[in-house]
Each structure stands twice: as C-alpha cells, then as structure tokens.
C-alpha cells in the first residue's frame, strides 16, 4: 500500500520569506501524480499544485515550487515570498497512474504560520 | 457555477442514531469520495465510487454505509456502529476515464459532525 508522510506538524515563516514543506512518499508504481493541497481556516481543500512522476521537470505555480526527487521518493513544496494567506494546513497526496478515477492518499499535514 | 455542494455544515447525532451527510455534485465526474479528516491525522478514506451503482470500502469502512444511485449524488450514512463519529467530513469528486489521468480532486466545504 502508499504511503505517504510529513514529518513537520507545524511550521512558521516570516512574511516576505521563504520556507519548505518537506513530504515523502512510498510506492512500487512507476505511473502516479503526486499533489499539494492547501486547507485554509475556511477548511475549504484547494490545489496548489500537481506533479507527473514521469516528468523530471519540477512543476510551479507562481510562488509555489516543488522538488521532485524520484529516486529518493520526496516531494517537498517550496513558498516564496510568503503572504499571510498563505497560512493554511498543507497536505500532500499521491495518486496511482492508471486512471483518474484512483484514490488520492494523503499525509498528516503541515500547519503554516505566517508571521507579519 | 459547477461544484460540490455538502450539506448540512454542521450535523448533531445523539447516541445511537444513525444520520446521512448529503454530497451533491453538477461537474459530471464519475468518480467520488468520502473523507474524515481528524486532527493530526490527514484525511482518511471511507468509501468510493467510480461508477453509478457501484462503490469501494476505504480504509475506514467500519460503521459507514453509502449509496449511488445517482451519477450526481454519493450520501454518507453514519451509523450507531461507527463508535466514534465526531470529525469533518469531506466530499470529493473527480473524473474517471483511462485518457484523463492524475486529475485532481474537487473537495466539497466539509460537514462537521458532532456526537452529542
């Protein structure tokens, strides 16, 4: 079975700098997504960014950044610039490949604080 | 707007009472899902559906039944077997056919149930 784990319950940042979320993964699949997700106060899940396991290209969105490192099974989500919308609960999630219609997986979760 | 519609957002059971979290979706996905989220625990999965009339035990089955006999509709019964109910329940939706792959999830606002 996947797992996938974040080995920092909390983490806290300054506005305006930079901070990682780490989260790595366990599988035997060669096809699978990986995800980020964002759970703000509102508890409202949304996405922040989506990852191919067969791109080596790290994906980004904005501010948002991941590394992908296949072989080590980690995938860690690097802010910048943080604002103070950005503190939320974070989760990773992984997905098997082979269709969409596959369960998503997720760890524990990493709470952010954004300090003014 | 198309989306994912839970209801009610907040839900009282007393001991020994069954009751049903509704999940209503207007995207046209084939695929959804039921979560408890509990604190330090990520989201867990209790059942799936990838098709009309057809669904999947998750992980955390036990005291949970579903239904779908709807394409648009996936309700969650808790039961007086599920020991302890009190969490925040989120719904989910995705596409499922074999050339859309790793979709994402579209999450619903959550129901929090409390045992009372």
């Known amino acids: 079975a996947q797992t996938v784990t974040q080995s920092q319950p909390e983490m806290s940042v300054q506005e305006a700098e930079t901070v990682t979320l780490s989260c790595t993964y366990d599988?035997?699949?060669?096809?699978?997504?990986l995800f980020w997700y964002k759970q703000p106060p509102s508890r409202q899940m949304i996405l922040v960014i989506r990852?191919?396991?067969?791109?080596?290209q790290n994906a980004t969105e904005n501010r948002f950044s991941v590394n992908f490192q296949k072989a080590a099974k980690s995938f860690s989500l690097k802010i910048s610039d943080s604002q103070l919308g950005d503190a939320a609960m974070y989760f990773c999630?992984?997905?098997?490949?082979?269709?969409?219609?596959?369960?998503?997986?997720f760890g524990e979760g990493t709470q952010l604080t954004v300090n003014p | 707007d198309g989306g994912i519609t839970q209801s009610p957002k907040y839900l009282f059971r007393k001991e020994g009472q069954n009751v049903t979290l509704s999940c209503e979706q207007n995207?046209?996905?084939?695929?959804m899902y039921w979560y408890r989220q509990d604190p330090g625990q990520g989201l867990r999965l209790i059942y799936y559906?990838?098709?009309?009339?057809?669904?999947q035990k998750g992980d955390i089955a036990e005291g949970y039944s579903v239904s779908r006999e709807k394409k648009e509709s996936f309700p969650l019964t808790v039961t007086s077997a599920q020991k302890n109910p009190t969490a925040f329940y989120l719904c989910?939706?995705?596409?499922?056919?074999?050339?859309?792959?790793?979709?994402?999830?579209?999450f619903g606002s959550g129901t929090r149930l409390t045992v009372v």
């Open positions: 990852q191919e396991a067969y791109k080596q």
């Open positions: 559906s990838q098709i009309v009339n057809d669904f």
């Open positions: 989910a939706s995705s596409m499922y056919s074999p050339g859309v792959k790793g979709s994402g999830y579209t």
């Open positions: 995207l046209n996905h084939d695929a």
């Open positions: 999630a992984y997905r098997r490949g082979e269709t969409s219609g596959s369960r998503l997986t």
């Open positions: 599988t035997s699949e060669s096809d699978y997504y």
